[in-house]
């Protein structure tokens, strides 16, 4: 009998970072300047701070653990052991990624590869409708 390889190694995996979030509300923002300057700089700045965050954090998907880092330091470790569900909402155009832990909820922006992000998610930690 054969096996077909899994698409996902057992190894880590490091999600590449996606800038389309953040430069969406930079350009949102241009046209709301004329209409609306606090707004528009708000959204603007939103936009910034999401970009630097892109750029600077990463996910790294283990077998034990989904783990954020910035730089070579590890800010925070999720065991998938203690999640219950996960979700990745307006699939067309992913924007925001949740899942719940025993005992907390977490929604972060999708900063990185969305299609690389499912496909470790579901290989790591299968949904739980």
């Not at 959204?43 to 653990?65: C, E, N, P, W, Y």
């Not at 719940?100 to 290989?123: G, Q, Y």
């Amino acid at each position: 009998m054969t096996t077909v390889p899994s698409p996902i190694p057992d190894s880590t995996i490091e999600l590449l970072p996606s800038f389309w979030l953040p430069i969406a509300l930079v350009f949102l923002a241009l046209p709301l300047f004329l209409v609306q300057v606090w707004v528009s700089g708000a959204i603007a700045l939103f936009g910034l701070f999401l970009f630097i965050q892109a750029a600077t954090l990463r996910l790294r998907f283990t077998q034990s653990d989904l783990d954020i880092y910035r730089g070579d330091t590890l800010i925070r470790r999720f065991p998938y052991q203690e999640w219950q569900n996960w979700r990745i909402f307006w699939t067309p155009v992913p924007i925001l990624f949740y899942f719940k832990e025993v005992n907390s909820i977490h929604f972060l922006p999708v900063l990185f590869d969305p299609k690389m992000l499912r496909t470790c998610l579901e290989a790591r930690c299968p949904r739980i409708s």
